[in-house]
């Protein structure tokens, strides 16, 4: 707690440390907030929510966000009687972080202050779209605007003729949801080829097991590593993430090394050596997009050595003959070939695995960019399945949940038969029918062939896809430009808004607004805490779709103020967001082998939420779509094996999004201390690489392929493996010109990318295509 | 009072940057000047097939072990934010003693 350090002997030696108690008294009675029938787990917090210490006045609260990632740490944001931020730090008492924080919080105020922030509502005539001739208009016009054009398309072609779309995951989702579905619009866009972010995953775990999985790093107790049910990993796979960097899942990313360092030991898979690499047990350097061929290897291999649970499977599997079937190709040595691995370090790591008794599949965005993305994520889910990972401590668990919205807050407003006018319903059931988004891929074929019917405008909430997400820029733009009518929510101007927008509207960071924190891996209750008050014209985006939601629909909009909106949300938890923002965090009651206790199935059987109540090896839901029910490698397209004429060509294999630390996706460019960590975007690749294709580390150079070509500083890197290169996304430079998209065409990594998903409507080719590089010739500067 | 120092575990730092960019921030230093610095060494592979790749942080002479934090008790920022939890601040002597537990650990007087 607070204490521990205030109290702290200063002539000893002290650190943020005690691994096993950091923050913690152990043996202490646990503190718990008893809600309808159910008893959360608290901290003890030495001070109220909001406090006054030196001088400063201190708020607690989350870090969820904007600007920021998706994990919503727990801080401390001190400011000044004038009302200004201070600072921002880690919050001790927060077991989510333990006082611990990165960069992008740290450096938090300079966000709030910095001067290419947007400050107050602008418009722009549509042919303007591209120049910066945008003008300051007030709240009202703005609204009016956006109101008179969304409901004309309706009145004239129906509500799905408006696209609503957010960004990456954060506390705005549920928002924006309610605002589509109560508009009547059916159309919650992600702009990502193939969904490949997150999604593929969830849906390949729903649709086999009934349930999403998350590593048990003791992220559901108060107590932490310290609560004595839980036992630390013996193992952690990390399979195609950084997740020190990327923190995805709602894991936050020192978990892993704080596990290390209480004995785990990882197997990293990866085409370049990252640091948790350096420090695994075995490291397994594989070629880009062939994970779902190694995961078939180590199964087969576990089978063949006969190391596979059989007691679990007995019980809890379904389809173990027809995975055995389905593996018997995949042999080691056939593994290696596709792989680029050795037979033997495959048969290594598959043996590693089964003898673990606990083991952890730690797992991100490589995967969901693989193009066949949900028969891969089948293969990776099945190895830690057959070894009998699941629901028990250090292993997968399913993750408590402390409020349902799947597939967004607010769905019953959309009116019947709605649904079915989502872009791919048909062709990509798994999209639009069980996960319920329209399919991006889809959506710009209709956006440039008004079939089936004409898509008009479009509501752009925080993401800046353009710079970030889409694989063809250029393709998207003109897309997007058939459009009659955009509106933008934003913190900064960016690329996508200069190219798009007809109105864009201010939003708040966090230290400046309220919130819930909830949702994003596993569900804690958490408050998002306004600390200051803001200097411009912003509003937050809760307050935005309240009041633009009211006018469309006051009905499903009852609400007078933000709070009284958060009240109602929280309702079910037995919290209303006053009492929540005062115990905060708040740790939904956990449970082991709730398999076996009749607490995953809606029937309240023993088993999984699925048709045959068994983790389904072969699974009833994919053969259901007409998918195949069991899991599968295809070669990487376009690749080596699979466009051998391209690969002549073009042969080097690229991959891109590599997360830097400082940044998330495009965000902090702005902030002088996080742009100086990573001042602009590099390509990484080993010394050999480069010597062969003539270029230099520190000099700009060209990545290109048959698609187009962007720059990227070389950076020499041993770690990567030879042949591959490893290109930064997302970028853009905030301080160049409006003109020119602030030099996104020269810094697109999507223009060497196609909007090419997988049979299923998910994956893309984000991670493994094929390309060359070059260094810049001098007309080229 | 004893002299104080900063004892770092290597072993485990990741090379986040968040010490160096909280020192900033505490003691308003430019992007281009630091109180501490993280040094990257590697990667590389060593003939046994394992890996170089250490990250170590250096405190600079505007390091004053956040003076007028641990006057309020409260921990110098680089040690508070310190996502992998491999430094620590306390008397040199104790510190020292701290050395011989594990390899790849380095102590600064400061």
């Known amino acids: 707690m607070a204490e521990h350090i205030e109290q702290h002997d200063f002539d000893s030696v002290t650190t943020n440390d005690d691994m096993k108690s950091n923050s913690y008294k152990s043996g202490q009675d646990a503190l718990n907030f008893e809600a309808n029938g159910k008893s959360f787990g608290l901290v003890e917090h030495a001070h109220p929510w909001r406090y006054e210490q030196d001088g400063l006045t201190v708020t607690r609260g989350s870090a969820w966000s904007g600007p920021g990632c998706h994990d919503g740490c727990g801080v401390l944001m001190y400011s000044d009687a004038d009302g ?69 398309f309706k009145e004239e072609s129906g509500a799905e003729s408006v696209l609503f779309c957010q960004g990456t995951g954060r506390d705005i989702a549920q928002y924006i ?9 059916p159309h919650y866009v992600l702009n990502i080829s193939g969904m490949s972010c997150y999604a593929p995953r969830v849906t390949a775990c729903f649709a086999t097991t009934g349930s999403f999985w998350l590593g048990d790093y003791s992220q559901e107790f108060a107590d932490r590593y310290d609560n004595p049910e839980w036992h630390r990993p013996e193992r952690i796979v990390v399979w195609g993430n950084n997740p020190l960097v990327s923190n995805s899942d709602g894991l936050y990313g020192h978990w892993v090394v704080d596990c290390m360092r209480l004995g785990s030991e990882l197997i990293v898979v990866d085409p370049k050596c990252t640091w948790l690499a350096s420090r695994a047990r075995q490291f397994l350097q594989i070629r880009p997009g062939t994970d779902g061929a190694l995961a078939l290897g180590m199964i087969n291999v576990i089978i063949a050595e006969d190391l596979w649970d059989h007691d679990f499977v007995d019980k809890w599997c379904y389809g173990f003959d027809e995975l055995k079937e389905a593996v018997s190709a995949y042999t080691p040595e056939a593994v290696a070939e596709i792989t680029w691995l050795e037979a033997d370090e495959i048969v290594q790591a598959a043996r590693d695995l089964a003898q673990a008794e606990s083991a952890i599949l730690q797992w991100g965005v490589a995967i969901d960019m693989t193009k066949e993305t949900i028969p891969a994520s089948q293969a990776l889910l099945a190895l830690f399945e057959i070894t009998g990972n699941i629901e028990k401590p250090g292993a997968m668990i399913a993750p408590p949940t402390l409020l349902y919205y799947g597939g967004g807050w607010g769905g019953e407003w959309l009116p019947e038969g709605q649904d079915q006018k989502r872009c791919g319903y048909d062709k990509y059931p798994l999209v639009g029918q069980a996960f319920i988004m329209s399919q991006t891929d889809e959506m710009i074929s209709q956006l440039e062939t008004d079939q089936p019917y004409r898509l008009r405008g479009a509501w752009i909430e ?194 891109t999004g590599a997360r830097p630390w400082g940044y998330f996706h495009s965000e902090h460019r702005q902030f002088p201390h996080l742009r100086a960590l990573h001042p602009e975007p590099v390509m990484e690749m080993n010394q050999h690489t480069a010597d062969k294709y003539g270029v230099s580390d520190g000099e700009w150079a060209w990545v290109e392929n048959d698609r187009g070509k962007c720059k990227r500083i070389v950076k020499v890197n041993q770690g990567v493996m030879d042949g591959v290169v490893s290109a930064d996304h997302a970028w853009w430079h905030p301080e160049g010109s409006p003109d020119n998209l602030y030099d996104l065409w020269d810094l697109a990594v999507g223009n060497l990318l196609a909007f090419d998903p997988g049979k299923a409507g998910f994956g893309c080719t984000y991670k493994s295509t094929l390309c060359r590089v070059r260094p810049l010739e001098k007309e080229d500067n | 009072m004893s002299a104080k120092g900063l004892l770092i575990d290597y072993q485990w730092c990741t090379g986040c940057h968040s010490c160096e960019v909280a020192c900033q921030m505490e003691h308003g230093l430019p992007p281009d000047q630091h109180g501490i610095v993280v040094n990257q060494v590697g990667p590389w592979q060593l003939p046994d097939g394992s890996w170089q790749f250490d990250n170590i942080p250096s405190p600079t002479r505007q390091c004053d072990l956040c003076a007028a934090r641990t006057a309020k008790a409260e921990l110098p920022t680089c040690v508070h934010h310190c996502q992998a939890k491999c430094m620590r601040y306390g008397d040199l002597e104790e510190l020292a003693a701290n050395l011989a537990t594990s390899p790849h650990q380095v102590l600064f007087s400061l």
Not at chain 1, 110 to 128: Q, V
Not at chain 1, 177 to 185: A, C, D, I, K, V
Not at chain 1, 549 to 557: L, Y
Not at chain 1, 614 to 637: C, I, T, V
């Open chain 1, 177 to 185: 949801t309610r605002l589509m579905y109560s508009f009547g619009s």
């Open chain 1, 462 to 655: 925080t993401t800046n896809f353009l710079a970030c997400t889409s694989p063809d820029p250029e393709r998207e733009l003109a897309a997007y430009n058939n459009l009659e009518f955009i509106a933008c929510v934003d913190l900064f101007m960016t690329p996508t808004i200069m190219a798009l927008g007809d109105v864009v509207l201010p939003a708040l960071m966090y230290p400046e607004r309220d919130g819930l924190r909830v949702g994003d891996g596993a569900q804690r209750g958490e408050t998002i805490n306004k600390a200051i008050e803001t200097e411009t014209e912003g509003r937050s985006d809760m307050q935005i779709c309240l009041e633009l939601g009211r006018r469309f629909n006051p009905e499903a909009w009852p609400w007078n103020d933000v709070q009284e909106m958060f009240d109602d949300i929280l309702k079910p938890s037995g919290f209303d967001f006053k009492s929540m923002r005062e115990v905060a965090p708040a740790y939904i009651p956990f449970e082991y082998h709730k398999h076996e206790k009749g607490m995953l199935r809606l029937d309240g059987k023993p088993g999984f939420n699925t048709p045959t109540g068994r983790l389904e090896l072969w699974s009833s839901f994919l053969s259901n779509l007409g998918l195949n029910p069991l899991p599968e490698f295809f070669e990487p397209s376009p690749g080596p094996k699979s466009t051998p004429e391209l690969f002549k060509d073009y042969p080097l294999i690229l991959t």
């Open chain 1, 84 to 152: 200004h931020l201070v600072k921002v730090e880690g919050d001790p008492e927060n077991p989510y972080n333990q006082g611990r924080l990165c960069v992008r919080c740290i450096a938090v105020p300079e966000a709030i202050t910095n001067p290419s922030r947007l400050r107050y509502p602008m418009k722009r005539e549509r042919a303007d779209r591209g120049k910066d001739k945008w003008q300051r208009i007030s709240w009202d016009e703005a609204y009016d605007l956006i109101y008179q054009n969304f409901q004309r």
